[in-house]
């Protein structure tokens, strides 16, 4: 099992910054891809970003240029670097880790950004 925790939401201008992370504890030697995942009101959850042990990254096209993640595999954490901040990226905010073939979640964090 795995167990994800994030933190760093909250309320922004837009056109602000916010930093997100989410720390892994638990059989975290079994964790191989990590990743962001959004879910606005009413719509589906979406990909982020995600990034692999190695450090290879892949983003959504809305968000190509103006968010970054990375990783640190010694303290177990994933972060998204989120600059020019629009309102269409006001949405939940969840981590995600692979693990043994298994996709874990943590629990959300929000993030709101106003015109």
């Known amino acids: 099992q795995v167990q994800l925790v994030e933190s760093g939401g909250g309320l922004v201008q837009g056109g602000g910054s916010l930093r997100l992370s989410c720390a892994a504890s638990g059989s975290i030697f079994s964790i191989s891809t990590m990743g962001w995942y959004r879910q606005a009101p009413g719509k589906q959850r979406e990909l982020v970003a995600t990034?692999?042990?190695?450090?290879?990254?892949n983003y959504a096209d809305s968000v190509k240029g103006r968010f970054i993640i990375s990783r640190d595999n010694a303290k177990n954490t994933v972060y998204l670097e989120m600059n020019s901040l629009k309102p269409e990226d006001t949405a939940t905010y969840y981590c995600n880790a692979r693990a043994s073939g298994n996709p874990f979640w943590g629990q959300g964090t929000e993030v709101t950004v106003s015109s």
């Open positions: 990034i692999t042990t190695g450090g290879r990254t």
